[in-house]
């Protein structure tokens, strides 16, 4: 019995041990990453105050995606700063010398006496695949801090190499120098705000002023010579381009700028219709961006009006809308509708593109299922430049300018079995076709079926005799009890056009010749009124 004891004891003492030992194997690191994370936050904190007071746009990383070498102490580096602005980078240890020592690039400068401005060297990390300006080999090869960048022109030079420079220590901006403000003229607005304060201290933040105030720096500038380049969705071209509208009631029309798209948003239809793609990750990097600013064609690009007057309220004034790609009641509008609900509760869920086109997906599963736009045929009419057009039992209805839908869907053309004239983006012409259902919809973007074509017309009118319905135009959905909707030529917009590449892998032949060529003839003769299909 004693030994029975003994090898119990000695059991739980060995079950003691490897309790306490695993606890200890799990506590301690968990104890470990708190105090890293609290650390890490109180380091982020004082390098937040550090940042706030420094002339470099100072930025953390734990990671450098490319070999880099501290420009203080020519280490290399893996974890440290650099600075967005002139590209010095320094490890943790050295960002304060950093910071002190080396000159961030001004912004704000006098110009030397001849009206020249100076190059400003950034000795090491030197882009990849850069060349010398004087020797033309390849720069920053070496596994070391070496050779020059200038922060203005972007030019690169060996180290025994600079003093061999043509233009001495003359900067002329580089590539993209019709892109840069210089910084003496900068200095020159800062003298002249200090004597007329009211008229040049005035900074453009577009999440506080409509973007209408900052076009006004178009009038400062030689007509014709403005390019915007739009970084969103639709919905902000079409924001920007009724703040050029604006412009043109002021009598500005001779300064109105050209308009380029980054397609940043969801569908991104009218960014496609222009030969920017269907949506932009970084996988281009930013000179190319510019260098397809400088290079893309100017072509004119149609716009709507949308006057919905509802039935019984003719005392009220009908709301009228701007529209640059379509506008869609039926299905289309119901998904756009409940995603647009949907965001306005929870804003942070909608990231992503990804999550963005899947809860559209959620949303056509559902009206699959449910069919709240049956028997639209009975409850609307339609007229094609005043002539009345008999509807098949549809459940939606789209009116379309450009040459995509649905997000990256070319409507009109459909699967390209039948003959029909392409879209044009300048003809005064809208493509009108009718859709069975959200799993028509989803057919009609796999290319399994084409739309029913109602025809083209230069105005188009709707009337909605009965219940609500969804409706949208660029994707700015709402629920309209009856009424009578109205589309008419509105105005045309100045828009960039890049036919360099392709942008529907799937459609090579379609895009060349139905939107490379089309936007830069001279409008076609207008055939008639409306083209039945």
Known sequence: ME???????????EE???????????????IITLWCSVQRSKRKIHMKDFFRKSKHGWHCTDLFNKPTYCCVCQQHILQGAFCDCCGVCADETCLRRADRSLVCKEIMAPSQTDGTLEHHWVRGNVPLCSVCAVCKEQCGNQPKLCDFRCVWCQTTVHDDCKPSLS???????????????????????????????????????????????????????PPGSVRVLVCGGDGTVGWVLDAIDTMKLKGQDQFIPRVMILPLGTGNDLSNSLGWGSGYAGEIPVEQVLRNLLEAEVVKMDRWKVQVASKGLYFRKPKVLSMNNYFSVGP????????????????????????????????????????????LDKRIELELDGER??????????????????????????????????????????????????????????????PVRLGQAHTVRLVLKTSRMPMQVDGEPWAQGPCTITITHKTE?????HSAEQTDD???????????SAPHDSPKPAGPASARA
Request: hydrophobic share 35%; net charge negative; aromatic share 10%.
């Open 506 to 516: 799937d459609d090579e032949s379609s895009i060349s010749e139905a939107e490379s």
């Open 332 to 375: 289309d509008a119901l998904m756009a509708l409940n995603f647009h609900t949907h965001r306005e509760k929870t804003p942070s869920f909608f990231s992503s593109r990804i999550i963005n086109k899947a809860v559209y997906f959620m949303y056509g599963t559902k009206d699959c299922l449910v069919q709240e736009c049956k028997d």
């Open 493 to 497: 917009a100045f828009m960039l056009y």
């Open 16 to 30: 003691w041990t490897l309790l306490f030992w695993t606890t200890l194997a799990v506590v301690v690191p968990v």
């Open 389 to 450: 057009v008999a509807l098949p039992s549809l459940e939606g209805i789209i009116v379309c300018n450009i040459g995509y839908w649905g997000g990256g869907c070319r409507l009109w053309e459909g699967m390209g079995d039948e003959p029909y004239p392409p879209t044009r983006l300048d003809d005064g012409l809208l493509e009108v076709v009718g859709v069975f259902g959200s799993f028509h919809c989803a057919q009609i973007q796999v290319k399994m079926a084409n």
């Open 167 to 221: 233009d001495g220590e003359r900067c002329e901006l580089g590539e993209f120098r019709s892109l840069i403000i210089p910084p003496h003229y900068l200095h020159l607005v800062n003298k002249l705000r200090r004597r007329h304060p009211d008229e040049y201290s005035k900074v453009f933040d577009l999440s506080e002023l409509p973007p209408s105030k900052a076009l006004q720096l178009c009038t400062l500038l």
């Open 3 to 13: 030994g029975d004891e003994g090898n119990r004891d000695q059991s739980s003492r």
